[in-house]
């Protein structure tokens, strides 16, 4: 066998093991991720927030589901769902099948623009630039987002789309910051513009997609953390190199995980962060659109993310 034949099969080898190693295999091996945040006043007692985003559930998934109704074992003192729980037209009554030992325990979400419209295909290619349709633009049908909203709300969570709230976790009073689907250009944040509660122990600002705007907005306002998901951590990732795209202007070194923000920060490495910076955690997430059903490198999660004091 010549030399660039041996090579073309070699290719052809490793790209189908990929495949079948990131559609079979790593797409369905979720993480729990465990975080910790040094964003509490002195005093305060560590509290743990579980945060959820991007389930992207299609009711068939079972395994997805009864992974996800097992984190209740975990006695979150709050649970944070940052959106785009679903990618079928019939996928609210199990959202809310999944979610409901999650229910349990109080929580909050916003919602995400695959809550309100069904997938559709779309060329991969697309997400390395703006150029994509998004929401009503891709002729999709809407999804019956109202209801997953009222169920939500019927166990307890708290809806932050476009809300400024306080809420007790553990023992202490948490203001909470929330806005619509930035992706989708709804987020309206002059709504809940202005300065952190003084009297609050901690604000934390939560959206589904982390745009900058978003960001630089909650942060300037006295945000001391800020939760997202959207991104799904790249879900295709080069190994050892990492994303190569985030969905959003949000660059590729925050694409997941824990990191620092501030206003103005543009994308600036954490490393050059102020003392008084904010925390920024961007959940992976634990699906994918059923059109691309793939993960590599890229592992599906959730997260416990404990709040401690600041050191």
């Given amino acids: 066998m010549h030399s660039l034949t041996r090579s073309a099969v070699a290719v052809g080898a490793l790209g189908a093991a990929t495949l079948g190693w990131s559609s079979l295999v790593e797409r369905n091996w979720y993480a729990l991720r465990e975080v910790t945040v040094p964003v509490l006043p002195e005093s305060a007692d560590p509290v743990r927030v579980l945060h959820l985003s991007d389930l992207h559930l299609v009711p068939r998934q079972a395994r997805r589901i009864e992974w996800v109704q097992d984190l209740a074992r975990l006695e979150p003192d709050f649970v944070v769902n940052t959106g785009d729980n679903c990618s079928d037209l019939n996928a609210v009554p199990a959202v809310l099948r999944t979610m409901a030992p999650l229910m349990d325990f109080p929580g909050a979400f916003v919602l995400g623009s695959n809550d309100y419209f069904a997938p559709a295909r779309r060329n991969p290619f697309r997400y390395f630039n703006s150029s994509h349709k998004q929401g009503d633009q891709m002729g999709v049908p809407s999804l019956p987002w109202k209801n997953m909203v009222r169920g939500f709300e019927a166990g307890g969570w708290t809806n932050l789309t476009d809300v400024r709230a306080r809420v007790p976790i553990g023992d202490l009073d948490v203001e909470l910051v929330g806005v619509d689907d ?6 309206e944040y002059d709504k809940v513009a202005g300065p952190a509660a003084t009297d609050a122990d901690l604000t934390v600002g939560v959206v589904h997609a982390p745009y900058l705007r978003v960001l630089d907005a909650m942060t300037a306002d006295g945000a001391s953390m800020v939760m997202a998901g959207h991104t799904h951590g790249g879900q295709i990732c080069v190994p050892g190199y990492g994303a190569l795209v985030t969905n959003c202007d949000l660059g590729t070194e925050r694409v997941k995980g824990l990191s620092r923000w501030w206003p103005g920060a543009d994308n600036a490495p954490s490393s050059r962060a102020p003392d008084d910076a904010a925390w920024l955690h961007v959940s992976a997430g634990l699906g ?9 490198a890229c592992r599906p999660e959730a997260t ?8």
């Fill in 182 to 187: 930035p992706h989708l250009g709804y987020d």
């Fill in 304 to 311: 416990l993310l404990t709040l401690v004091p600041k050191s």
């Fill in 288 to 296: 994918h659109n059923k059109y691309t059903p793939v993960r590599l």
